[in-house]
């Protein structure tokens, strides 16, 4: 079997690792306050990591107290500082009780090598051990599942995972009794443990960062398309959401009906109990709207006190239908304003159904009339637009959400 020179891999490992916080350091975000404490820690834990195997690299060279004794503590301060990067990642938290044991784990390895009296196999053993459980720390953090996992969190996470797995096994290759096991000895095991080493390096050398970019765009994408205090779409969300409905209902040939919907009086509700009380009831209104209809349909702010929802498949009956049940449901609930006293309020709602001459400004604009026209008949009532709309193509089997039967919300519960 070819060999692989160990000590050229350490040296690889150590400017590899000064060259990665080289890079990450220099990167410039686009915003200033981007770089997260989770790049920063990680990118600080490629400095010690670099240092720490430039340091063991030269093992023979320098005094053993500085390979020996700085240069494993180096490493195993590098991998904890990557465990806690990993876990606020993760979680959006360092807690206390992780500092503290990773912490243990780095300081750990003086009393296990005897303070300085062990040899060179039970340090391999020590070192390897405490390495894989630290590196088993931050493969499952990265593996933290939120929402959804995304396809680089199982890269980067389950890689980490692997080389845990790769390291423990050396620590217990090494902890078989009659091995004389040193750092650049050439066996297989050690072989697989620093290519392994090498190669992960390379893979969440930028992977956590790379995961933290892609939370950061999902984040400024919620904040790109979705209303701030009720979150459901914003207006230029709704419009392109509609848009794309529009276009695939014309070419499909099924209905999509659009509902406008406006609260009655809210001007009073802000009078009478204060612009929070105001907010938490557009709050409410916003989770009753997204509770009446199906999950694929959309509810947007477009204004103030107006949302619209656009009712994919939806014919003007079963529209008609949904909207009425909305109107009795919040006609029929309240949004607590203190323990005492609660508002009511009513929506009015306008309809219109996609017919061939539309685009998504004709239909909104009817929509929005007819909702006038409910305001104008006295309100809280829903009214049609009079346009005559597609034949019914197909229609939709799934009952419809229920809403809660009186939904009482309070203010505390805001976004
Ligand atoms: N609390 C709160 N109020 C808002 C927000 N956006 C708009 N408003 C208020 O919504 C109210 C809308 O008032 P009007 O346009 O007169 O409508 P209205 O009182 O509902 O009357 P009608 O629609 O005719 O029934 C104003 O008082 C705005 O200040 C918001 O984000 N939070």
Known sequence: MPSVDIRTLILLLGLG?????????????????ARSSVTRTWTLSKLLQGLAWGLLWLRGEIPPFWSIEVGNTLLLGGVALEALAAWRFATGRTPRWLVVLVAAAVLARYPLNGLGNADAAQRVVVASLLVAGLFGVTGWAVLWKRVERTPLQFVVGGCTLLLAGVVMLRGLVAAWPGQGFALFDANFIQVATFLALFLLMLVNGVGVVLLDTERSGERLNTLATRDSLTGVSNHRDFQRRLRVMLASASRNRYPLTLMAVDLDHFKQVNDTYGHPVGDAVLHSFAQWCEAAVRESDVVGRVGGEEFMVGMNGASLEEATAIAERLRAAVAASRVAVNPRESVEVT????????????????????????????????????????????????RWREPMSELPVDPVARPAAGP
């Open 347 to 394: 929506v009015s709602i306008g309809l219109a159904t996609l017919t061939d001459s539309d685009d998504v400004a004709t239909l909104v604009a009817r929509a929005d009339a007819a909702l006038y026209r409910a305001k104008r008949n006295g309100r809280n009532r829903v009214e049609i637009d009079g346009q005559v709309s597609l034949p019914t193509g197909q």
């Open 17 to 33: 690792n000064l060259l990665l916080f080289l890079a990450l350091a220099s990167f410039r975000f686009v915003q200033a306050d």
